[in-house]
């Protein structure tokens, strides 16, 4: 099995809607078997500056983090149409096993 990552700011758009609702009904569309997505408490990204959105005044953009997994053709798959919609975020991928 795949597990995929996707890192992304709270506020990033595709069109109007949330991109990570966006990304969810994606993966929902593409049949993939499960995902979740996490806000973050602190993250940085390339500026290597700390974003704390729940400090007090703080106008920094929430982390998220969405994790999915499916068989490994699925998900490369889903990614790969997933790329032509979506330029932005981080994508990592790596396999896991299925415990029963």
Not at 36 to 48: E, H, L, N, W
């Amino acid at each position: 099995m795949l597990q995929a990552q996707i890192y992304i700011d709270k506020d990033d758009l595709k069109g109007s809607k949330p991109l990570y609702e966006y990304i969810m009904q994606f993966l929902i569309e593409h049949k993939i078997a499960g995902a979740t997505a996490f806000k973050g408490q602190i993250g940085y990204g390339p500026s290597q500056h700390l974003n704390r959105p729940h400090a007090l005044f703080s106008f920094d953009e929430i982390p998220i983090v969405i994790i999915f997994i499916d068989e490994e053709e699925k998900v490369k798959n889903a990614l790969t149409a997933l790329r032509k919609e979506v330029k932005n975020g981080l994508i990592i991928t790596h396999h896991v096993e299925k415990w029963q």
